[in-house]
């Protein structure tokens, strides 16, 4: 199975600057995707990382706030635009063959405080 | 929109109970998949169920798929404190192309020793 290493694993930071968040994959996924999970609660997909395009976003998050960049098949990155606390939470990178169809690897994980 | 519904919330049992969540989808699955988050964590895939009617088994665990494929359940028998952690049921929605995976709200299960 995949061996997925994020990072960074947490970071503060202050209200209206960026963070962006690395995934890097051992090996060449197909898909890989972006969620976040507010403590105890569920993951929510924020969008699917394209290779070589844009990604597709899920209703609700936007490339603005949310770009994500995939230049090739092993390495995604999510950065949190102009961060607002409300943007606190885990942010999770994923990635599998033909997710929906075969099992998701998980990073670790970012838990992401803003101030 | 998604829909993939999962009850109960939390659970708590004495160890040596029997557990099970339980997972509904308003559209029929082409499959379902569960997955478990120890506390800070990542979810960890346990396996996926694709024939109406399915059955699975991993040692203590019992996976099931329903006939119509729009439910799921999942059983432990004689719970360890091990076993502590977020049961998550994940599915794509029907039409879905993209292949696209949407997890239900998870059930938090704790172990008393």
């Known amino acids: 199975s995949a061996v997925i290493s994020q990072k960074p694993s947490r970071d503060i930071c202050q209200r209206g600057t960026s963070l962006t968040i690395q995934c890097q994959v051992d090996?060449?996924?197909?898909?890989m995707f972006w969620y976040r999970q507010q403590p105890g609660q569920s993951l929510t997909l924020i969008a699917t990382?394209?290779?070589?395009?844009?990604?597709?976003?899920e209703s609700g998050f936007v490339i603005d706030k949310f770009p994500i960049s995939r230049p090739n098949l092993t390495f995604s990155t999510l950065t949190v635009s102009n961060m607002s606390p409300e943007d606190s939470s885990i942010y999770l990178c994923s990635a599998g063959d033909s997710p929906g169809q075969s099992p998701l690897h998980f990073g670790n994980g970012t838990r992401l405080t803003v101030t | 929109g998604q829909q993939v519904m999962q009850i109960p919330q939390y659970q708590h049992v004495q160890e040596g109970e029997d557990f099970t969540t339980y997972c509904n989808s308003s559209t029929t699955l082409s499959n379902i998949q569960w997955y478990k988050q120890r506390p800070g964590g990542h979810p960890v895939f346990l396996i996926q169920?694709?024939?109406?009617?399915e059955v699975k088994k991993q040692k203590r665990l019992t996976f099931q798929f329903g006939e119509a494929k729009k439910n799921s359940s999942l059983h432990i028998t004689a719970t360890q404190t091990t076993d502590v952690g977020t049961y998550f049921c994940?599915?794509?929605?029907?039409?879905?192309?993209?292949?696209?995976?949407?997890f239900g709200r998870g059930t938090q299960l704790t172990v008393w020793p």
């Open positions: 994940a599915g794509p929605t029907g039409g879905s192309t993209l292949g696209r995976l949407y």
């Open positions: 169920l694709v024939k109406s009617g």
């Open positions: 090996s060449q996924v197909t898909m």
């Open positions: 990382a394209n290779q070589g395009s844009e990604a597709t976003y």
